[in-house]
């Protein structure tokens, strides 16, 4: 071989092996994250390209990170981690230095809130659907620890919990039914927690546990999730569990004996499995106070656990096995008398001349002393929990998300339903044990570059018991005086009806199937179009049985047929199937990417619905069991929007709403002692419309946010409606056409805002931090039939914390919430019978306190 092909040779090896080093070099990208306040690096940032599904890794705990074997540009990545923004970053050529790469910590970041309420990961301004969104560690801060706190954050939510089983929640006023609850009812607001839905509205009372976000969409929402809802959705999503090792302890003290403890802890059991434990504990002394037993009422005694566990053995497939259990033992939700009302019955049966026949005399009327003298236990005992299976998996473009689970509730009340010393309505107990299953199973993904898509099928299986003794009424030895309707001296008959009382048994057993979809078409540059249907099928089954028992025992045709009038055997049961269609089209206009205007027709129902209480009796004592069957409640929806970022940091949001609702479905109260709970009817037409606003804005050290509602609900046709308490007497059924909805003020807003500045508290570097939180609401009716008399009045509360805040260390805070210690109601409530007494929830007085944090 000749020295010059030798020599070329040598050149052709050289030459190649550079190449491949150069090659390689280029193809090897090193970067560096950054947190953008303090510039400190951040361990475990995943990093995933958006086009290589099998290219992700995580940034080492410098913060460190290598992208090897790069062969196009540009190139796409999306940098995640909790509690920071999640950013899309788009590298454009190699680059010759290390790349830097800064993050936004979630609690200073506004204007990139990553929601899943289309059920996929997308900016909170960019989803064409009304929704407010709020943190863990805004509620946790704010004390917004169960949805009646947070209705203070979101003016748009209405909610109301005499008891946890006798709880209303609603979104622009629709959703559940106003008062006392009944069970052969759906919800109208889903809520659902990491994907499962609870049926029972006691959920809803529940302390949140691990909270990452809440969302709260507004609106019908049957073409995205599972169960179909009228009115909106809460949408819960709770920390998942960590490959790294981390957590939380907490503990709050406060005035009337306040104590909150919380713990979080996360971390890999092995390479491929990771858990989080998670729980809480709340106790506190009661607000109101029982001069007959000199005992505190409404206290709070409360436990809740929840434990994950995560299986991730690639990429593509993630499972998460998942239990909780929530505890409640209270000595709660007694009511305060608040006024006496005069009504259109005789004399002899108004509720001052009864309680002075009696030898009774009522407490001053001053609610706001917060005392009573009742003689019943006020008792509130709730066990609820339950398993689920998530699993999702990476296919295609898209991803198939499999949520399984079951869950449990059980209830066991006493209430003193007569709210007074006197033994007349001696027992109102309502034990009840409920059990649901439920499977969804959902794709959602890109099926090219213009379209994509939500595509699922959902079932949910329900039964419900009353507990083995029954649901009791009882009378007691002075409710003949309450119940008497005659000035016949039979009425007086000593012991005709102490200890008379009914058990009643009711059965349910239901189910709910779905297919659903929803399609977003990206049709031009700057239109996009919406599609969405559902098709949902609707089976329930009740069987209602309710005997009579004690009393005076005789064979006195007179006396029996006075017994028969308080309290009667009553038995019906009725089953019924429905097949609905609903769906919606939203038009979505960005002409550019700081605007998002968007215009929504949707249509949505609530399903047929059963009593479950109890029907009312003709004059004869049949059964109308005409009204055992509620149709379903059917929605005709508009509602146009604007989501705007003007300038940066600064968010303005502006939406219109009309909706038209057919067959409203309303629970109505009457004088009938054996339908204490009242009954389920048809409003024939309502109306709901309104206007909402949303601003937030960030600026140095300053956040601000202000939501206002301005909510219009009426009953456009309501002609056979039960009276209000006052016309009790007149005529049975009455015409409210034109009257308010209850629960609905007219007015509703919340603004606040947050201060900090860096600094330096026990050789830890943080924030200290001042904050202040106003809501605000205008009258509105605590009546299904408008009421001159159970109207409350309207309100501003506002609460405050201060302290130092430390990303890992000890954070301290001190708050207070209700500073003026402002008197208001939650609700009013009429005595059963309707005798002319009414009573109040009242709202919680001042309280203060002071909080102690440690993140590891």
Do not use: C
Not at 31 to 54: A, E, F, R, T, W
Request: net charge positive; charged share 20%; aromatic share 12%.
């Amino acid at each position: 071989m000749s020295k010059n092909s030798i020599l070329l040779k040598k050149i052709t090896f050289i030459f190649f092996t550079f190449s491949f080093i150069h090659s390689f070099a280029q193809n090897s990208i090193y970067g560096k994250i950054l947190d953008s306040i303090n510039n400190k690096p951040i361990s475990s940032v995943k990093i995933s390209s958006k086009y290589d599904k099998s290219l992700s890794l995580q940034t080492d705990q410098n913060g460190n990170f290598v992208l090897n074997n790069i062969n196009e540009f540009p190139s796409e990545f999306k940098i995640q981690k909790n509690g920071f923004e999640t950013r899309s970053y788009l590298i454009k050529e190699n680059p010759s230095d290390t790349l830097i790469v800064k993050l936004l910590p979630k609690d200073l970041e506004i204007t990139e809130v990553i929601v899943t309420a289309r059920r996929r990961e997308e900016t909170a301004q960019q989803v064409p659907i009304p929704i407010s969104v709020i943190s863990g560690k805004k509620a946790e801060e704010t004390g917004a620890f169960n949805v009646n706190r947070l209705k203070e954050l979101v003016p748009s939510v209405q909610f109301y919990s005499s008891t946890p089983r006798n709880t209303s929640l609603s979104i622009r006023g629709l959703g559940s039914t106003f008062g006392l609850t009944n069970d052969g009812l759906d919800p109208g607001v889903g809520f659902y927690v990491d994907g499962v839905y609870y049926a029972r509205p006691a959920a809803t009372t529940l302390d949140f546990v691990d909270i990452e976000r809440i969302e709260v969409l507004r609106g019908p929402q049957g073409t995205l999730f599972g169960k179909n809802t009228t009115a909106g959705t809460f949408n819960v999503t709770t920390k998942q569990p960590s490959f790294t090792t981390g957590g939380t302890a907490e503990i709050s003290y406060g005035n009337y004996g306040f104590i909150q403890a919380k713990t979080s802890v996360t971390g890999a059991i092995s390479d491929k499995f990771a858990n989080r434990f998670s729980a809480s504990g709340t106790h506190r002394d009661g607000t109101i106070y029982n001069s007959r037993t000199s005992q505190d009422l409404n206290d709070i005694n409360s436990i809740a656990l929840r434990d994950q566990l995560l299986y991730e053995p690639n990429e593509n497939l993630k499972i998460i096995l998942a239990a909780d259990y929530n505890r409640l033992r209270a000595d709660g939700y007694a009511q305060v008398i608040a006024g006496v009302v005069t009504t259109k019955r005789a004399a002899y049966r108004q509720f001052n001349n009864i309680i002075s026949d009696l030898g009774y005399k009522l407490p001053a009327i001053d609610p706001f002393n917060r005392t009573v003298d009742t003689d019943t236990p006020w008792k509130a005992e709730q066990d609820m929990g339950g398993i689920s299976l998530n699993a999702e998996y990476n296919l295609g473009k898209g991803k198939i998300v499999s949520t399984s689970a079951w869950r449990f509730w059980n209830w066991n009340p006493s209430n003193d339903r007569d709210f007074t010393g006197l033994s007349a309505l001696a027992k109102s107990q309502a034990p009840s044990k409920h059990q649901q299953w439920s499977q969804e199973i959902r794709w959602s993904g890109n099926l090219n570059e213009k379209l994509s898509g939500v595509f699922g099928v959902f079932g949910i299986w329900q039964r419900l018991r009353a507990d083995k003794d029954g649901q009791i009424e009882e009378a007691g030895k002075d409710q003949w005086r309450f119940s008497q309707s005659s000035t016949s001296a039979l009425w007086a008959t000593p012991g005709l009806l102490d200890g008379y009382g009914i058990k009643t048994y009711p059965s349910l057993d239901s189910f709910s199937g779905a297919v659903f979809g929803q399609l977003d078409w990206t049709f031009s540059e700057k239109f996009s179009l919406l599609p969405g249907v559902r098709i949902n099928y609707d089976k329930k089954e009740i069987d209602f049985k309710r005997t009579t028992y004690g009393g005076l025992q005789t064979t006195d045709a007179a006396l029996i047929k006075l017994k028969n009038s308080v309290y009667s055997d009553q038995q019906y049961n009725a089953s019924i199937d429905n097949t609905n269609f609903s769906g919606q089209l939203t038009l979505a206009y960005k002409p550019t990417k700081n605007y998002n205007l968007f215009g929504t027709f949707s249509t949505g129902f609530k399903p047929v619905g059963l009593n479950l209480n109890g029907i009312p009796t003709n004059t004869d004592g049949r059964a109308m069991t005409e009204l055992a069957v509620v149709k379903p409640e059917r929605i005709m929806h508009y509602e146009l929007g604007l989501k705007s970022q003007p300038f940066r940091n600064f968010i303005f949001n502006l939406t219109l709403f009309n909706s038209s609702i057919k067959d409203y479905q309303v629970q109505v109260q009457t004088a009938d002692l054996s339908i204490n709970r009242g009954y389920l009817a048809n409003a024939e037409k309502a109306r709901v419309r309104g206007v909402e606003t949303d601003i937030s804005y960030t600026f140095s050290n300053l956040n601000f946010y202000s939501n206002l509602a301005y909510t219009e609900a009426i009953y456009k046709k309501f002609t056979n409606a039960t009276p209000a308490l006052e016309n009790t007497g007149g005529p049975t059924f009455v015409d409210i056409s034109g009257g308010v909805l209850p629960g609905v003020s007219r007015w509703a807003g919340s603004t606040g805002g947050e201060i900090n500045f860096s600094g330096k508290l026990l050789n830890y570097n943080g924030d200290y931090f001042f904050a202040l939180d106003s809501y605000y609401r205008s009258t509105f009716s605590s009546s299904a039939t408008p009421s001159q008399f159970l109207n409350i009045s309207g309100y501003a509360l506002f609460n405050s914390r201060f302290g130092f805040r430390v990303r890992q260390g000890v954070t301290t805070y001190l708050w207070v919430r209700n500073i003026f210690n402002r008197d208001y109601f939650e609700q009013l409530l009429p005595g059963a019978g309707n005798a002319g007494q009414y009573a109040a929830v009242l709202g919680d007085p001042r309280t203060y306190g002071v909080t102690i944090k440690y993140n590891f």
